[in-house]
Nanobody, 110 residues
């Protein structure tokens, strides 16, 4: 059974930082491209970070990093803004399969 389990979300003040983690099980992790997406209320899901590519809105503030030994991908988020508020999803994709995590809520508010 494939599972992607995100953690690390929460409430943070503008300008703050959070580190999201996604632990994968049931897949050959090193063979999958890992990415982070987010979906804000009333908006479409959008790609945030993939390999070394970032959405323009997070470039320079977010960093994606993977640890193949731990089947984990992280998203370090700094200088957070209210518009970063969303549910953040982990995505694993190979040539033939694609999986999603359940999401973790990030709320940026004072």
């Amino acid at each position: 059974q494939v599972q992607l389990v995100e953690s690390g979300g929460g409430l943070v003040q503008p300008g703050g930082s959070l580190r999201l983690s996604c632990v994968a099980s049931g897949i050959a992790f090193s063979k999958y491209n890992m990415a982070w997406y987010r979906q804000a209320p009333g908006k479409q899901r959008e790609m945030v970070a993939h390999i070394s590519t970032y959405a323009n809105t997070v470039q320079g503030r977010f960093t994606i990093a993977r640890d193949n030994a731990k089947s984990t991908v992280h998203l370090q988020m700094t200088s957070l803004k209210p518009e970063d508020t969303a549910v953040y999803y982990c995505n694993a994709k190979s040539n033939t399969q694609e999986y999603w995590g359940q999401g973790t809520q990030v709320t940026v508010s004072s």
